[in-house]
């Protein structure tokens, strides 16, 4: 079937007409694509318009290339949230309907590294709970954390709670967070937390940094949490100004 429908630029078409056999389940999550040569000529183009589509869906992680193997289509996230909306990641996980969970991993005290320090405005000799956390949905692990807040602020022992981060906060020091600084970094494969996460070795990260901030203005929580690409997507309101 051509996709010369219109005036727009060949590689446009492909990429919606491929998203919509994916949407309607003609590929299904998974599954290998016919071979670039059988493709392009399904749909009427070039093979270098056809991989300039394939190029752009797969920075959209829309499918994997594998080197030699094929295309294969991603899984659909499960979880998806705006960034503009400090969310956490056990109510992105009951919107989607499912069970969420925690497996600790560990929850230490330790000294202040110089970027702690710059970050959260303590002082050298004051001590850091670190936490390491795994965030399960309905038993599987999506989201690995790990958490550095001042222990004056938090419970020792937070592990035995079931409360989120930010409830312990606001229940044990009466400080509540209003806002966080995060900055989004795709990654590849991790040698330690891909296989926590239990990834396939094609599945990237999302990895978020996040500084929050309570109501007064002051850093009291950095997290970095890793996110499988596969099951959670984050977007963007952007206006015009």
């Known amino acids: 079937m051509s996709v010369k429908a219109d005036n727009r630029h060949l590689y446009l078409q492909v990429i919606d007409h491929l998203k919509n056999d994916i949407e309607n389940g003609v590929y299904k999550e998974k599954e290998k694509l016919p071979s670039e040569f059988d493709l392009a000529k399904e ?88 936490i390491e956390r795994v965030r399960t949905a309905n038993g599987e692990p999506v989201v690995y954390c790990i958490d550095k807040i001042p222990a004056q602020l938090f419970p020792w022992n937070f592990s035995n709670r079931d409360g989120s981060i930010f409830e312990t906060l606001e229940t044990y020091s009466k400080k509540r967070i209003s806002y966080a600084i995060t900055n989004i970094e795709p990654i590849g494969y991790h040698e330690k937390i891909s296989p926590i996460l239990e990834c396939d070795p094609e599945t990237a990260l999302l990895v978020l940094k996040q500084l929050h901030y309570d109501e007064e203005d002051q850093p009291i929580l950095y997290s970095v949490n890793y996110f499988k690409a596969d099951k959670f997507s984050f977007h963007v309101l952007r206006k015009r100004i």
């Open 43 to 130: 749909l009427g183009v070039s093979r270098a318009t056809l991989r300039e589509a394939l190029r752009i869906l797969e920075e959209e992680n829309v499918i994997t290339r594998r080197h030699g193997v094929g295309t294969f289509v991603n899984a659909r996230p499960l979880f998806s949230s705006g960034i503009e909306q400090l969310n956490s990641v056990t109510n992105m996980i009951c919107q989607a309907g499912m069970e969420p969970g925690t497996i600790f991993l560990s929850t230490t005290t330790q000294g202040p590294t110089e970027e702690d320090i710059k970050r959260l405005s303590c002082q050298k000799e004051e001590e850091l709970a670190v």
